[in-house]
């Protein structure tokens, strides 16, 4: 089995910072696997925030976070990050972490496996 555990979101105000972290274990290899960060809002579709393909060597965002957040991964840790700066209030989500044994899609139905979430909120 494989797990992704999200850990790192919280209570912000607009214009702070937040570092998300997704840590991956269990039958994977981490290094092989592309890895993206999904976010859903309330009352909204999941929708696709950053991408980054098994090397690190093609990274995509979405134009809402272009400038702003940055995706990263520590292939040692098994660990995909999302730096978050200058929040927004329409920020305020779920964010999912999801792996594909991929070259990294923008697509829900790509991934074959995800986290539980964890919460940002962006206070105005």
């Known amino acids: 089995q494989v797990q992704l555990v999200e850990s790192g979101g919280g209570l912000v105000q607009a214009g702070g910072s937040l570092r998300l972290s997704c840590a991956a274990s269990?039958?994977?290899?981490?290094?092989?696997?592309?890895m993206a960060w999904f976010r859903q809002a309330p009352g909204k579709e999941r929708e696709i925030v950053a991408t980054?393909?098994?090397?690190?060597?093609?990274?995509r965002y979405a134009d809402s976070v272009k400038g702003r957040f940055t995706i990263s991964r520590d292939d040692v840790k098994n660990t995909v990050y999302l730096q978050m700066n200058s929040l927004k209030s329409e920020d305020t989500a779920v964010y999912y972490c999801?792996?594909?044994?991929?070259?990294?899609?923008?697509?829900?139905?790509?991934?074959?496996?995800w986290g539980q979430g964890t919460q940002v909120t962006v206070s105005s």
């Open positions: 999801a792996a594909d044994y991929g070259v990294g899609s923008p697509l829900i139905d790509k991934y074959s496996y």
């Open positions: 269990g039958r994977m290899v981490f290094s092989s696997y592309a």
């Open positions: 980054i393909n098994w090397s690190g060597s093609s990274i």
